[in-house]
């Protein structure tokens, strides 16, 4: 698909094209029809005069392509694409994710896990009988985290009768257990003795990767947001870091990112069921730049979104930069 979903359609009637010719180029687009036919006319103009040379340029011509950088990928070539997706930690000559951070991350979830560490303590705290932390502490960490303010306001309809009121310090707890950092013992949660290594080391510089890496290759993102699984949107967290790490200077609209997504992975739109209410592309985006921009980027610090004060802004419409935690967390080559 060479023209973008939000581009003006070709056509020439001023709309956009996914509102007007997508649809029957979709039908008439056969990627693997028009590469053959790519290849095949290559091969007879070269006028090649035994079958191992036109197999010798064959693979020339599919190296050639792989490696070639694409417009829908921002620059990448399918074949960086598919080792981000693949091989997002293990791929050196693309990227390079810290093992260690230079500072303090200024980070919500390193905030959190701070007060969440203070917490537990040496000692230790009994959990629930479901297991889960008990709600003293939770209302404590709450309040800690949140402020007066942020807590009566979070609060305002319901309390905190349990872990999961909570939800950011549920997930933390469930990823940190994950990481290897908070396990259950003789009836208690406590700090593992490698998370008590790490936090009189370098502290949360040394905890906050562990978790950003168990988080993304770990914990399901899709847990209790009521949307598709789409796993996809997870596993290809990489382009979006990518793609903050190309426009992410400059403030721009979630919007941004939610396009640029879709423009360059638009089969995804086909695993969302049909809805009498929304569009396939609108639940997409939305869950896309929940899991992805929101509990994901900016949880972690690694992007900054403007505050609104109407309570109804779309925050597909929010604007967002990368914040400077992202240079130290990620390198990109």
Known sequence: MKTGRNEPCPCGSGKKYKQCCLS???????????????LRQLLEDKQLDSLEAMQAEAERF????????????HGLSPAQMQQMLDCPFDSPELVRFSETLEVEPDAPVARLFSLLAEGIGEQGVKPTARGNLPRALCREVALAYLGEEGYAEATRYAGISKEEDFFELHQLRVVAEL???????????????????????????????????????????????????????????????YLLWRYGDEPRPVRFYE??????????????????????????????????????????GLVEVEKSTDPMANFSDLRLRKTSLFEQVVCWV
């Open 179 to 241: 990481a290897g950092l908070l396990r259950s013992y003789r009836g208690k949660f406590i700090l593992s003795r490698e998370c008590k290594t790490l936090l009189a080391g370098s502290g949360m510089a040394a905890i906050y990767p562990r978790l950003l890496r168990i988080f993304v290759t770990e914990y399901n993102w899709a847990y209790a947001d009521r949307y598709e699984e789409l796993p996809f949107i997870q596993r290809s967290f990489l382009f979006t870091l």
């Open 62 to 73: 599919i190296q050639a392509r792989n490696y070639a950088p694409l417009s829908a990928f």
């Open 24 to 38: 029957a180029d979709q039908q008439s687009f056969n990627p693997a029809r028009e590469i053959n036919e790519e």
């Open 259 to 300: 396009e640029a997504y879709i423009d360059a992975f638009p089969s995804l739109l086909d695993e969302v069921p049909s809805s009498p209410y929304f569009e396939p592309e609108d639940i997409v985006a939305r869950c896309y730049s929940l899991r992805t921009l929101s509990r994901f980027a900016e949880w972690f």
